[in-house]
């Protein structure tokens, strides 16, 4: 509850929203049967990663996922360059990625029926999924051309 997340922060980062959803997701799906209470076990460790804290034992798939995703992110818009002003291209500090996945947080908290196998808001993300891009040098990457993809049947 101690980090603020504007209204017109999310509307500024929603594309980021939209990308760390997907790889949540796509993280989700590599673990079969993960439910909603585990997605908020592993949210909960992404906090304390972006914290900057040390998070013990073995990263999980989905951080592996959400981790890479980040990283691609990162290098994508590194390689873009500055505008004709000079203005180089935006960073993307730990702390904009913490605020997205505490967003995230508060959808699950939202969206989780409470019991103890569901997949509420696992199913809620999937309709704003969008697959991971292939890095491509000459292309940077388009997130809003990127059309989300159909919802997959994940029971």
Do not use: C
């Not at 997949?119 to 999937?126: D, I, Y």
């Amino acid at each position: 509850m101690d980090i603020d997340v504007p209204e017109s922060f999310m509307q500024q980062y929603e594309w980021l929203l939209v990308l760390v959803g997907s790889a949540l997701v796509d993280g989700a799906l590599k673990t079969p049967g993960m439910t909603d209470h585990e997605i908020r076990t592993e949210l909960a460790g992404l906090v304390t990663r972006y914290r900057g804290m040390a998070v013990e034992g073995e990263p999980s798939l989905v951080a592996e996922s959400v981790a890479a995703r980040v990283l691609d992110i990162r290098s994508r818009l590194a390689k873009m360059p500055a505008d004709e002003a000079g203005v180089p291209p935006m960073e993307l500090p730990d702390e904009t990625i913490l605020s997205v996945v505490v967003f995230l947080q508060r959808l699950e908290i939202s969206h989780n029926n409470g019991r103890k196998l569901s997949r509420a808001f696992l199913q809620f993300l999937m309709q704003f999924h969008v697959p991971s891009l292939p890095m491509d040098d000459e292309t940077p990457a388009a997130v809003e051309s990127v059309e989300p993809a159909a919802a997959a049947d994940i029971s």
